[in-house]
């Protein structure tokens, strides 16, 4: 990579120096506190957290900005990340007294103005030669918590800044970034730990969630994602992952994936962290016999000592990298006159799930998209999908195929790139729906041999991209969870790649590749405003209150994995323009 970098502090030489010169009360007074983090999503004058909101709802309670005032919203102001090199910009804000955290491509965080968009500080990240992201050089956010803010890097570390001046005040390696760990998520703080997962997937990395004091950076608590791997607590080894070999043969455990790239959720009813796990490496299915537990799942953890509470597996032997990291979002499932503790998670292999929290049981799964070729649904009692096993990518050692190398491709929908993929969707409590950001696309797809080799991709699989029709990839979908039926959806030429944000306004915003920031009215799925940023949309918009006024806020910046794994989706968007952005938008004075 080629980058000049600014010269601020190296990480390794001031770790837990300034830590020791203040105390933790005292640090913590400076800025936002545990319990302003668990009441985010009720506070709206701030943005303290991914997700606005641990659950991750991304509901805001603000009204001012509604769908008949909304037509009148102008830009306030814009910032430009600047640098030479722009790429994909997946980032979502945080905003707190009057500052404006955000993160972008290259590992870096810029500190703004809220009210005049001006800089305050910059922390570039000194990244290696080497690094290997697999779906470019994105970040998708921040943390915050007393006087510090957060971020993970690519080069697979985690970094501590001071607030006010951007100085680095720890910086801890959390893996092996030359074995193709990397950090693209936005880390979430529950009671005082800050908590990750790790990207790398796609390279036969095993996924973990880990747990670190956030005033020092220590490790409390590490969970790795696959069968047979040894978690700790506080420096000593606690309890393994499942039980070695009970879905996975010989030492594929050891290089089993189920990368945590996403982050989580936490829902403090329940004391439980919410993380999805990503697809067991490699991809050729037929290399590793079994369910390949913990991968392609969700897994409620306690957020004390790193314990999995229960997993629900989205796909047992996933052979299409469905991966299953999307976000479980909480919410009040009314139902039949009861009122369930309840999660939903769109998942990449095309269904929508709701799940008992408290337990992980199963309470429906029904597609929300198209096509699924893999499976004709899911049985309620088991919890286990109904493949369609004509439709698995054949084994290349079948028939005809070992002496060419290479499996009989077949098609399948959706593509690996997901009914919805890493853009986060939103709920409201106001109209009972979930606005999922989903695309319509299948794949050519076949299996290759392969062996493990440290820091090499680890696929045994080949891949083409396809839309399913002429006139649209991307749907944003309005899903009644009681029922799993599509209430409104708006159509995109392009796919989307941007996350939800939906207001008590009756307002739902997101953005698209075609650069819109667009708004549509929560009931009815009509369009009611858009503006055009200059570049794609793959970020996440917020809202907050700030002097009495309602501001909304979204990055820009094309990039993300489309335009890198695309295929024949990568030649249609191949004319958006690169960008760098932070547009701020508001209603004008009366
Ligand atoms: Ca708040
Ligand atoms: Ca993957």
């Excluded at 302003?36 to 701030?46: H, L, V």
Aim: some cysteine; charged content about 20%.
């Amino acid at each position: 990579m080629k980058r000049m970098f600014t010269s601020i502090a190296v990480a390794g030489a001031v770790a837990g120096g300034l830590a020791v010169s203040f105390s933790a009360d005292a640090a913590r007074a400076a800025g936002p506190t545990d319990q302003d983090i668990q009441k985010d999503a009720e506070t709206p004058g701030d943005v303290l957290t991914y997700g606005m909101g641990l659950q991750g709802q991304r509901h805001s309670t603000l009204k001012t900005i509604n769908t008949e005032t909304i037509k009148k919203m102008v830009p306030v102001w814009a910032f430009s990340f600047g640098g030479e090199k722009q790429r994909g910009q997946e980032s979502q804000p945080l905003v707190h007294d009057g500052v404006i955290y955000v993160t972008g491509s290259y590992s870096r965080l810029f500190a703004l103005d809220a009210r005049t968009g001006e800089k305050k500080w910059q922390y570039d990240a000194r990244l290696p030669e080497g690094i290997m992201p697999c779906c470019d050089v994105v970040n998708r956010g921040a943390a915050i918590l007393g006087d510090k803010v957060y971020f993970g890097t690519l080069d697979a570390r985690l970094v501590a800044l001071n607030k006010d001046t951007g100085k680095v005040v720890w910086n801890k390696k959390v893996a092996d970034y030359q074995a193709g760990y990397s950090m693209t998520a936005a880390p979430i703080i529950v009671n005082g730990k800050i908590i990750t997962g790790n990207s790398g997937g796609e390279f036969g990395v095993v996924g973990a969630v880990e747990a670190r004091d956030a005033e020092t950076g220590e490790l409390v608590w590490t969970r790795p994602t696959v069968e047979g791997n040894m978690g700790t607590l506080n420096g000593k080894e606690s309890t393994m992952t499942g039980t070695k070999n009970a879905s996975w043969t010989g030492d594929l455990w050891q290089t089993g994936g189920g990368a945590t790239w996403l982050g989580g959720t936490y829902d403090a009813e329940t004391n439980s962290i919410f993380f999805g796990t990503g697809n067991p490496a490699p991809w050729n299915s037929h290399l590793r016999p079994g369910d390949n537990l913990y991968t392609s799942s969700t897994l409620a953890i306690n957020p004390d000592n790193g314990e999995i509470k229960w997993h629900f597996q989205t796909t047992p032997h996933d052979g299409w990298d469905f991966d299953g990291v999307n976000e479980f979002i909480s919410f009040d499932l009314k139902k039949d006159g009861k009122v369930i503790k309840a999660g939903a998670k769109a998942d990449r292999n095309g269904y929508f799930f709701v799940i008992d929290r408290t337990n992980g049981k199963l309470q429906s799964a029904t597609p929300f998209v198209t096509q699924t070729s893999w499976a004709t649904g899911f049985d309620l009692k088991t919890g286990r999908p109904i493949y369609n096993d004509a439709n698995r990518p054949p084994n290349p050692m079948d028939g005809g195929g070992a002496a060419a190398g290479q499996g009989k491709p077949i098609f399948a929908a959706p593509s690996f790139l997901g009914g919805k993929n890493w853009m986060p969707m939103a709920y409201s409590p106001d109209t009972d729906l979930f606005y999922v950001p989903a695309n319509e696309w299948g794949m050519d797809i076949w299996n290759e041999a392969i062996t493990y080799k440290k820091g090499a991709a680890y696929l045994g699989a080949g891949f083409t991209i396809k839309p399913l029709f002429d006139d649209y990839i991307g749907a944003l979908r309005a899903i009644d969870p009681k029922t799993g039926k599509i209430v409104w959806e708006y159509k995109n030429p392009a796919p989307l790649w941007g996350g939800v944000l939906t207001t008590a306004g009756n307002l739902v915003f997101t953005g698209t590749p075609e650069g819109y920031l667009k708004a549509f009215d929560a009931k009815t799925g009509a369009e009611v405003w858009k503006f055009n940023t200059g570049s794609g949309i793959v970020g996440s918009p917020i809202t907050w209150e700030m002097d009495g006024e309602q501001y909304v806020s979204i990055v820009s910046g094309w990039g993300g994995a489309v335009p890198l794994w695309g295929g024949e989706v990568a030649k249609k968007v191949k004319d958006i323009n690169q960008g760098g952005m932070l547009w701020v938008f508001k209603l004008p004075k009366a």
